[in-house]
């Protein structure tokens, strides 16, 4: 197949498209880079240009294209990550309307951040509840929760008529390439910081990178799938649980504990937010069961055991 990744030379993308190549697709990254890679074209992510030709009788478009969100969540980063998915997704439905051969089917970076902050059962597609109205959180979480929704506004609301559409509610893919999100936890762990945060009691949602493969090449291949769909394993664990975890994958005996208020501080020297941690994201890909998805990693223990070995 050919598949078009638009955004694709962050960390999720790097692994999607090495991936997608080593089983045999042709894949073609949009870059708002200089475009020097395998296949990288450039774009600015926001208007139509000569990229769009390469979407012309593609099979497929994953688009993961937006701001990253590993940053803080002020007013002015709240706003670039809300304006680069609005304008990108709405860049990449134009260009999907106007080809003459269209891809058959767009598959759209979500999140699950969408959902509620939840301990008491876990969010799916259909009974899962959205984010936004929880009592006693900060601000800003409701804000993350409108910009997902947004993200996927902008999707819908785009005239593709003759392409499918499915919404990637993603949980926090592990992969260990460096600087990834499993590679900081991995070197916090290492370093004797993996232990329970705020107590730990929050719930952590996590795909293995290679089930975000397969899911993505089941989700181009099933025509009767559509709109919201979660990727994330179908066993997420407590924060606390997620470490020791991790711990005994790296081999590091010990994990010192951070209570909230050193999470906030820390992030702060980090240029990152606690949100990231301190929210819980109790998220299970119903969907994907449904369809008959066979999870490789479906358990912590055991994908971080290989996440480790592949380090």
């Given at each position: 197949?050919?598949?078009?990744?638009?955004?694709?030379?962050?960390?999720?993308?790097?692994?999607?498209?090495?991936?997608?190549?080593?089983?045999?697709?042709?894949?073609?990254?949009?870059?708002?880079?200089?475009?020097?890679?395998?296949?990288?074209?450039?774009?600015?992510?926001?208007?139509?240009?000569?990229?769009?030709?390469?979407?012309?009788?593609?099979?497929?478009?994953?688009?993961?294209?937006?701001?990253?969100?590993?940053?803080?969540?002020?007013?002015?980063?709240?706003?670039?990550?809300?304006?680069?998915?609005?304008?990108?997704?709405?860049?990449?439905?134009?260009?999907?309307?106007?080809?003459?051969?269209?891809?058959?089917?767009?598959?759209?970076?979500?999140?699950?951040?969408?959902?509620s902050?939840?301990?008491?059962?876990?969010?799916?597609?259909?009974?899962?509840?959205?984010?936004?109205?929880?009592?006693?959180?900060?601000?800003?979480?409701?804000?993350?929760?409108?910009?997902?929704?947004?993200?996927?506004?902008?999707?819908?609301?785009?005239?593709?008529?003759?392409?499918?559409?499915?919404?990637?509610?993603?949980?926090?893919v592990?992969?260990?390439?460096k600087?990834?999100?499993?590679?900081?936890?991995?070197?916090?762990?290492?370093?004797?910081?993996?232990?329970?945060?705020?107590?730990?009691?929050?719930?952590?949602?996590?795909?293995?990178?290679?089930?975000?493969?397969?899911?993505?090449?089941?989700?181009?291949?099933?025509?009767?799938?559509?709109?919201?769909?979660n990727?994330?394993?179908?066993?997420?664990?407590?924060?606390?649980?997620?470490?020791r975890?991790?711990?005994?994958?790296?081999?590091?005996?010990?994990?010192?504990?951070?209570?909230?208020?050193?999470?906030?501080?820390?992030?702060?020297?980090?240029?990152?937010?606690?949100?990231?941690?301190?929210?819980?994201?109790?998220?299970?890909?119903?969907?994907?069961?449904?369809?008959?998805?066979?999870?490789?990693?479906?358990?912590?223990?055991s994908?971080?055991?290989?996440?480790?070995?592949?380090?």
């Amino acid at each position: 197949m050919k598949i078009v990744i638009p955004g694709g030379t962050g960390h999720v993308g790097v692994a999607l498209s090495r991936e997608l190549r080593a089983k045999g697709h042709s894949v073609v990254v949009l870059s708002r880079g200089k475009g020097d890679g395998e296949n990288v074209v450039q774009w600015d992510a926001k208007t139509l240009g000569e990229w769009a030709q390469t979407f012309d009788g593609a099979d497929s478009v994953i688009n993961l294209a937006g701001r990253t969100v590993d940053c803080r969540y002020n007013k002015t980063n709240l706003t670039q990550m809300l304006v680069s998915r609005i304008d990108s997704t709405r860049a990449v439905g134009e260009a999907i309307a106007r080809a003459a051969n269209p891809p058959k089917v767009w598959l759209q970076m979500s999140t699950a951040t969408i959902y509620s902050s939840r301990y008491d059962s876990s969010n799916d597609e259909l009974t899962g509840i959205i984010g936004g109205d929880e009592p006693n959180v900060p601000e800003y979480w409701r804000y993350s929760v409108e910009i997902a929704k947004a993200w996927e506004r902008a999707q819908q609301d785009s005239a593709t008529p003759k392409t499918r559409k499915v919404a990637l509610r993603t949980a926090m893919v592990m992969s260990p390439d460096k600087g990834s999100i499993f590679d900081v936890l991995r070197g916090m762990t290492r370093l004797g910081l993996g232990g329970p945060i705020a107590g730990g009691g929050q719930f952590m949602s996590w795909i293995h990178y290679k089930d975000f493969v397969r899911a993505a090449l089941l989700l181009i291949e099933n025509e009767g799938i559509e709109g919201p769909v979660n990727l994330a394993s179908p066993n997420p664990v407590p924060q606390r649980e997620f470490m020791r975890a991790l711990r005994k994958a790296v081999g590091m005996p010990i994990g010192l504990p951070a209570a909230e208020w050193m999470v906030k501080l820390g992030a702060v020297f980090l240029r990152t937010d606690a949100e990231l941690v301190l929210k819980s994201r109790r998220v299970v890909p119903g969907r994907l069961l449904a369809a008959g998805f066979a999870f490789d990693y479906p358990d912590w223990p055991s994908a971080a055991m290989n996440l480790v070995g592949a380090s």
